[in-house]
Structure formats: structure tokens, C-alpha cells
């Protein structure tokens, strides 16, 4: 019997090697877990705006364009976002960046790494204590 999808998170970043290890991380914790992406904020926007909520975002910090800072401003700002967990994923680890995400609003941080193990730890982790999965 194929287990129904019960939870969905959104994954936006413009790189798509990074959404794919995030992908395969979410899949590692829960095959009870429906993923989209979006691969620049203004598309997560769109998506967010007209479609489906999700559960939980987990936002890139940096990306051309709209950045997730610029993204998680917007979804704070709205009546119907506001209340979406937002995770922001991002290799940089200067204070500043940190600082002006958690001013936007966001809920945890994971960091991109290079140890996959710890990377797959840290998104199972965010995953129990946002989804309870």
C-alpha cells in the first residue's frame, strides 16, 4: 500500500544541485514528505501568492534577483504566509546575514555542507521539530 503525502515543503534556492540535496535529505527523514521547488524567489512567490501553502520552506539566503531575505519579508508581510515555518538554508556564516534573516523573520537555520551526514542530521532535526515527522 503507497503511503499518501500528508506534509509538502517548498525548497527555493537557484542552485539545482542544492535542491537536490535537500530533496534527498527530506526523502532520507520522511517518504511521507511532498517537495517542490522553486528555483528564484520571485517563482516561490508566484507559487506561494496562487497555489497550494506548504507546510514548510526552506529558503536559500542568497539568490540573484529576489534574495531570501527579500522573500521572507514578503511572506511575513502577508496575511495568508505569515504563519509558514521558514527554515533558511545558506552556506554563509557571517553574523550580519544571520542577523538580518532572523530580522525577517525566520524560524531556524540550517547550513549548506560538504558533510553530508551532518547536512542530512540538520534537516532531519528541522524536519521533527517543524513537521513532526
Known sequence: MEMIATRTVLIVDD???DIELTTLAIQKSSRNIHIISA???KSAMVMLVHGTLPDLIFLDLKMPG???VEVLRQIRSSERLRRIPVVVITSSSLDTDMREALN???DAFAHKAFDMVRFNR???MLLTEWLHV
Open 15 to 17: 542552485d539545482p544541485d
Open 39 to 41: 528555483g528564484d524567489g
Open 66 to 68: 529576489m534574495s531570501g
Open 104 to 106: 525577517a523573520g525566520a
Open 122 to 124: 540538520e534537516i532531519h
